[in-house]
């Protein structure tokens, strides 16, 4: 069973940019679309990035063209770059396995953005 550990939270200034970590322990991570997932205050988690074995990407709306999605096979991790950060990013974001996530969450990054 895959094992996330998110890092790279912070809290950041409105329009500022922070860069999110995961490291995957599995054998299967190349196989694997993954995904990042944010949880606001008082919203419900969901995707905002999604990433394919093929490295197709795609973005929800909310963050389209400012958020980046990667992955290093060879590292098992998947990135997440954010910039043009405004108060409506912050959250937990957690990554994990797509479009059906694994039981097993990490601990989450928390990225609170405000002056």
């Known amino acids: 069973q895959a094992q996330f550990v998110e890092s790279g939270g912070g809290l950041v200034q409105p329009g500022g940019s922070l860069r999110l970590s995961c490291s995957l322990s599995s054998n299967f991570f190349r196989k694997w679309t993954l995904a990042w997932y944010r949880q606001g205050p008082g919203t419900r988690r969901g995707p905002v990035a999604t990433i394919s074995a093929d490295g197709t990407t795609i973005y929800d709306d909310s963050v389209k063209g400012r958020f980046t999605i990667s992955r290093d096979n060879a590292e098992s991790t998947v990135t997440l770059e954010m910039s043009g950060l405004s108060p409506e990013d912050t959250g937990s974001y957690f990554c994990?396995?797509?479009?059906?996530?694994?039981?097993?969450w990490g601990r989450g990054a928390q990225v609170t953005v405000a002056d």
């Open positions: 994990n396995t797509a479009p059906s996530p694994s039981r097993t």
